[in-house]
């Protein structure tokens, strides 16, 4: 039996030995709860750090090494000082939504989170629309950049607000259609069958080979551009907008957007994982007979990847101008798109798949 | 129907502030927007903020303390500034400095701009959005304030002119070290065009953007890369030779499109350009004194001088209008920053907030050398 599975049984057992069944019910809940605000803490500030790590390799820099052995304890201190950071805001703003803003974004990011099957037992939501809800849920998010945008009475913010709409409405429908190519070819939108399909017949990006590969690509792009960052990163332009929509944030609040934007580059890496590497399943199945052996490792090694591999367009692309980005999507990602979905059904009809 | 339309979705122009700190100005420039969504309608320079006044303390000054004043005009080509001055008060005075100093302020001038375009290349990544550039034209950027550290002991304001020559000789090591130097840059230069040159989204940036006719350069009287970009071929060194720059060969970099990637193509072929003319220089930096002793107060004749020179930025002028006194009477700067904002304004109409970003990238602004 596997360990992580045999620990959450005992503790779940023993929770319901003591307590009523509906107190037990809660309080697992509750558990959990915390158990994925601290991996999204966690996740977010190493993120963060990794993020600073990369750029300095990229840039003939050592990045931050002084906090703790090779500065991992930074980010964790830049946290705390945002912590006790005032939280100063601007004259004439919208109280109610300038102070709701935050909140949508970073509940959109933690909702998303608990759908992820990070092994085959470490997964809190197993619903049997998984990617259907996942798609749904991501696209909340954007209301919260632009309630910041708008209620900071920032001309700044309010034109970064303006972009982040018309991006993320424009880029959903790439991801959107990139993660339906791979449905077909899998024919359930739950998560944990989805990656089922996959230990049998190989990745899926091997399984659906051209089209998949282009599936990929598409979600790449459409992906990075859904999380607002480079070269995509036009709602927080810094040589154009200063900051863009947080720009009159401060301390926690400033930290919440900040935090929303690495766990989206982490949810958009783990749907890539998901769809198109396998989950985690490991390479060759060479962990298959290991009974003892916590998958997740595989999943967040597979995960690191992708998000580095995003780190990298960061690093190294300039950024688009915003009618340039639109032309990017409606005239060639979501006509190539669509192609790439007919293409991958007439491969499934014809039993072209690996 | 129209009518209904056209006031539930009533648009209006509105202003924005661009400066005078934002991130793109590099400095302290105000720009006043008006903007139609994305698009901008007008573009109005508003300078005053770091007005120093310069050209009045100049009156007070005596010629040597004026040299130490234009460091701080252009400051990413201090060493042009202060050859300007210098070379205006040894023509109205008549005197006549060795060749050595001629060829060391050549070499000085042409690695002074080596280090302002690398600056630039980095900030044009930078403005937009490739923020990895900055630090690749940092690391060759610090090989030359090394060399001008170990020569005259400041990195930027060097002061190492003055009238009649420079302040010291040539540190011994000088020579090897820019050779070195131009060794290690020749490496590094193909390195600036494989990360940004040649990237597809940086082209579909700046090319296109910003155009200025070679017409329109001309008649709003703008000079350096700017004006080399649009074809105007109007390079000091080439039609107006100081210093040493009538012993050397070299090619002005001219391209027609006018556009942001023009000015862009112009510098990075201008670092080449230098790189040779210190390479044709550096091998035999002819012996001489360092100095020709002036009296300690200088008192130019009475009349009218004026120098030009080619800093990074374009054509900079220097207008003396002396009364015999030890002061100038009045003190002119024909500076290129200046100059070249002036047509901002007609070339960024119609363009995205993203296009005005680039293309002041392009015309690599120095604020202090706008306002002085």
């Known amino acids: 039996m596997n360990i992580t599975l045999s620990i959450t049984k005992t503790i779940n057992d023993w929770l319901f030995s003591i307590m009523p069944e509906g107190v037990a019910s809660i309080t697992v809940m509750v558990i959990i709860a915390l158990a994925y605000l601290a991996l999204f803490a966690v996740a977010g500030l190493y993120l963060v750090l990794l993020e600073r790590k990369v750029a300095a390799w990229f840039q003939l820099r050592l990045g931050p090494n002084r906090v703790g052995p090779f500065g991992l304890f930074q980010t964790m201190a830049d946290a705390l000082k945002l912590v006790s950071k005032e939280l100063t805001s601007t004259d004439r ?8 803003a935050p909140y949508f974004v970073i509940v959109a990011s933690l909702i998303a989170l ?33 309630l910041a945008g708008w209620s900071s009475n920032n001309k700044y913010a309010l034109i970064g607000a303006m972009r982040s709409g018309v991006q993320t409405i424009s880029y959903e429908l790439s991801v959107g259609l990139s993660i339906l190519t791979m449905v077909l070819l899998t024919g359930s939108l739950q998560l944990s069958e989805i990656i089922e399909v996959q230990r049998t017949g190989g990745w899926l990006i091997l399984q659906g080979h051209v089209p998949a590969v282009i599936a990929f690509m598409i979600f790449m792009i459409a992906g990075t551009a859904e999380t607002n960052r480079a070269p995509f990163d036009l709602v927080e332009a810094e040589s154009e907008l200063g900051a863009g929509f947080h720009t009159e944030y401060s301390g926690m609040k400033f930290a919440y957007f900040f935090l929303a934007e690495f766990i989206n580059m982490f949810i958009i890496a783990s749907i890539a994982v998901v769809l198109f590497f396998g989950g985690w399943l490991s390479p060759f199945g060479i962990t298959e007979g290991i009974t003892w052996f916590p998958e997740v490792i595989w999943f967040m090694i597979k995960v690191l990847m992708i998000i580095i591999l995003m780190m990298w367009f960061r690093w190294t692309f300039p950024r688009l101008r915003v009618d340039q980005l639109l032309t990017l999507e409606w005239k060639y990602l979501l006509p190539l798109n669509l192609a790439n979905i007919v293409l991958m059904a007439v491969m499934i009809w014809l039993n072209w798949t690996i | 129907m129209e009518q209904i339309v056209n006031n539930s979705f009533k648009t209006q122009e509105y202003f924005v502030n661009m400066g005078p700190q934002h991130p793109a100005a590099h400095g302290v420039l105000r720009l006043l927007l008006t903007i139609d969504g994305e698009i901008i309608k007008n573009v109005e320079p508003d300078l005053g903020y770091i007005h120093r006044s310069i050209e009045k303390m100049c009156e007070r000054d005596s010629y040597q303390q004026i040299v130490h004043l234009t460091d701080r005009m252009d400051y990413l080509s201090s060493h042009i500034n202060n050859e300007a001055v210098c070379l205006v008060v040894e023509n109205a005075l008549e005197l006549e400095v060795s060749e050595r100093v001629k060829v060391i302020r050549t070499i000085i001038s042409e690695l002074t701009r080596l280090a302002s375009h690398q600056l630039w290349w980095g900030v044009m990544g930078m403005d937009v959005g490739a923020l990895t550039t900055y630090f690749y034209a940092f690391r060759d950027r610090e090989l030359i304030n090394d060399i001008f550290e170990e020569t005259c002991g400041a990195r930027l304001t060097m002061n190492y002119n003055i009238p009649g020559g420079l302040m010291f000789d040539i540190h011994p090591n000088f020579v090897k070290r820019t050779k070195e130097f131009i060794a290690h840059f020749k490496k590094k230069l193909p390195e600036y065009d494989r990360l940004l040159t040649g990237n597809i989204i940086f082209q579909k940036r700046t090319k296109g953007v910003g155009v200025l006719t070679k017409e329109d350069a001309i008649s709003f009287g703008v000079s350096g890369p700017v004006g080399r970009g649009s074809g105007f071929a109007n390079d000091v060194r080439k039609y107006h030779p100081y210093s040493a720059y009538d012993r050397v060969e070299f090619n002005e970099a001219l391209f027609t ?9 112009v510098r990075i072929m201008e670092m080449w350009e230098s790189m040779s003319i210190i390479e044709q220089l550096i091998d035999d930096i002819p012996e001489g004194d360092y100095l020709t002793p002036t009296k300690a107060v200088i008192k130019l004749p009475k009349g009218e001088y004026y120098q030009k020179v080619e800093t990074a930025r374009g054509e900079l002028g220097v207008y003396i209008n002396s009364t015999g006194t030890k002061n100038p009477y009045r003190l002119k700067f024909r500076s290129p920053g200046f100059s070249n904002l002036s047509v901002l304004n007609h070339i960024s109409k119609g363009g995205k907030i993203a296009d005005l970003v680039a293309t002041m990238a392009s015309f690599d602004f120095v604020i202090p050398d706008i306002d002085r």
Do not use: M
């Open chain 1, 93 to 100: 703003i919208d109280k109610f939504l300038y102070n709701l």
């Open chain 1, 114 to 146: 608990s759908v992820f099957p990070f092994s085959k037992q470490f997964q809190a939501f197993d619903i049997n629309i998984g990617v259907f809800f996942l798609i749904a849920i991501s696209s909340i998010g954007v209301i919260g950049i632009l």
């Open chain 2, 257 to 265: 499109e006018g556009d942001s990637f023009a000015r862009y193509r």
